[in-house]
DNA sequence: CCCCGGACTTGACGCAAATCAAGGTCCCCG
DNA sequence: CGGGGACCTTGATTTGCGTCAAGTCCGGGG
């Protein structure tokens, strides 16, 4: 059976959760990516108190399952997490990677259930944000609103950007729009942007980039007779990076 | 002129809007659809005060374009409008249609900025709702902001649907989707769901689902060739909703 | 340490959709 | 009312990626 957070609702369960993992808001290092980001500390108080960490989710573990009902978005606080939904005829979509400091699990909030699943693919911690406590606080602290619609905006145009590489860019441009976008998310979390480990398989790639295995591996095997990546398996070194750029064919 | 199907239910609306603008949310015939569900009398009085209704916009009219400083989500009363994004080599891809009782514009609050340009697709009016209004009047109405997160929440789970098309159906079931999901939307507005007026040309809806005029094209001699649909230029008639739905491959 | 199973790679082949090409049709405007 | 350009359809050909198949690599458990 799959532990899933919300599962923690005892009070006893709780208090041991908040002991065991004394993080706060105000002295994460991903503050700077995560929600408070606007905040003025007497805020980031108020929203460390409604913010529930608890313990770490195994490799492949669920966050939550496409149909649960919708109680909290959460925030990455280490490891990686994939969201997918699974076709009627069993095929998996891979809709985001989501890495520390990013916030997943906003697309149940319309149909108060998750439109998705959320997997770890390594060990993983997340900060749970209850959603009725969010939505109190809001009203409250305009920051705090405004913040969460820019939130929600970004996961729109990351997703309408996923919508044109799906349907016009080549199975090398979006492998390497991939490789370009984890390597500016690790920039962004002060790491390093050429050299990463992927947490995620390739199979993972190719749900995600609408791709088979096969292909992508193909690219992989390109790039690396290229000189533009070096790649062992899910260790990654971006040996050029113009050249990566060239290959995604986006000004970006 | 020719009498059109989609103008015999919108036509009269129009006409409407053009002698006065004083169309106002309680008494608008989409409000079901549009923000205002959730909303008391009260409250939908306060939101009509900040909505501006402006002349409708032309055929091929630009609402906003990409960079545009973001200033207001729209909320469609008549007519049609395409939202897409300009890819760095010219091409264009479609990320939406907005038919009347639709929200456009939210991609635009993440950056201050539209990360999309909306065009007419035909002739159609708007309601302008500033979103520093309605930011305040969410931090006073709790079901304000409640709607106004679904509204973003459910752009997402558009989003991801058509990422899922986009990667893992066939030009058949992409094609067979939009009209189903054209379909829908038409029963949702009390118009008919099995005969209607497409307003985008064979390019756009080839631009939003990822596919050539050509193959566009194709598939609709093909579902006129096998009695599903009745194709007549623009005209459609769903003649077998049930196979349409087959062909879609879609559980929902 | 070795074995086993899952993840990855590589090659050969086929197919769905893109591309190229040529007309046909609609409708806007002079 | 008639000319022209945009839009649409249809056919022939090409091609990028999927599919199938056959390994190879790697890591974890006995």
Known sequence: MTMRLADSGEGGELKRCVHDYQVNCGNCRLNGICLPLALETDDIKQLDEIIQRSKPLQKSQHLYREG?????????????????????????????????????????????SHASS???LET???CEIPFSSLERLSAMMPNLQRHFFQLMSREITED?????????NSADERVASLMLSI???NAKRKLSATQFR?????????NYLGLTVETV??????MQK?????????EIRILDTEGLKKMANLGT
């Open 68 to 112: 649960d009902r919708f109680q909290s978005v959460y925030a990455v606080r280490s490891g990686a997490l994939k969201a997918y939904k699974t076709t009627d005829d069993g095929r998996e979509q891979v809709t985001g990677f989501y890495f520390p400091g990013e916030i997943l699990g906003m697309d149940g909030i319309s149909n108060n």
């Open 118 to 120: 959320a997997k770890a």
């Open 124 to 126: 993983a911690a997340v």
């Open 160 to 168: 309408q950007q996923l919508i044109t590489l799906l349907s016009k």
């Open 183 to 185: 390597s500016n998310r």
């Open 198 to 206: 992927l947490p995620m398989s390739r199979v993972d790639i190719g």
């Open 217 to 222: 591996s193909r690219v992989f095997s390109r």
């Open 226 to 234: 290229m000189d533009i990546l070096l790649v062992d398996n899910k």
